[in-house]
């Protein structure tokens, strides 16, 4: 059955470079749409991506709108370019405070950068708000990486009203990158919107951290999967746990696992 599938990833092959994380972020949209379904994929704007080279543009109609984290306004820009080779469109979420002139999670001296946490809330948010402005209703959000891992909980409370998400399933990724750095003492009330309240994080630590994101992000999905030969140990016990319907690493050949378990997760 044709699915819409929204690919929510945090690293895109050409814009970065390969990595596990970012070579599935190009070829798993591409396969899914060779085999019949209706993608939209989206990644962070980050700093290192050449605009020219890739040919991004923005698209006026959809930026725009301020997006309030911690009191504070962020405006939301939409850029757009595509994968010839693949015949993929890709959706950049921008922002000049927090992309324009950095790298990725960290910076040139390895280092995390300490707004991380609010970077993956105004990434979580300006893919949800835009996919709403372009009216579409995704059967599947398929998170990778870290940067969307605040996603599952705001499609399942912030969101859950909205016509484009009221249906929506939520499959996670679990890959072996992560974070040195916690996200903060005030994380928590950064991701606090809508019905996302803070009594809902009540039961993950203060110490926000890229452990205690994975495990929000497992409780809120509907699937998860090892994208890894080697995951975080503590994650995948976390879903095995918690009773998540879980796709074990299928190796290289990922394409037709990964059709079936979607298939699996809207019951079919």
Known sequence: MTKKILFINQEISPYVPDSALSIMGRKLPQAMQERGHEIRTFMPKWGNINERRGQLHEVIRLSGMNLIIDETDHPLIIKVASIQS????????DND?????????????????????????????GVLETVKKLRWTPDIIHCQGWMSGVVPLYVKTAYKDEPSFCNTKVVTSLFTKSLKKDFGENFKNCVAYR?????LLGKYKNEFDFIELGKMAIDYSDGIIAADAEVNETLLEHAKTAGTPLLDYPGEDFADAYRSFYDTVCGE
């Open 86 to 93: 693949a015949r993929v469109q890709v959706y950049f979420i």
């Open 97 to 125: 405070e927090y992309f324009i002139k950095r790298q990725m999670g960290s910076d040139e001296l390895g280092e995390d950068y300490p707004d991380n946490g609010e970077r993956a809330i105004f990434f979580a948010r």
């Open 195 to 199: 019905d996302a309240t803070l009594e």
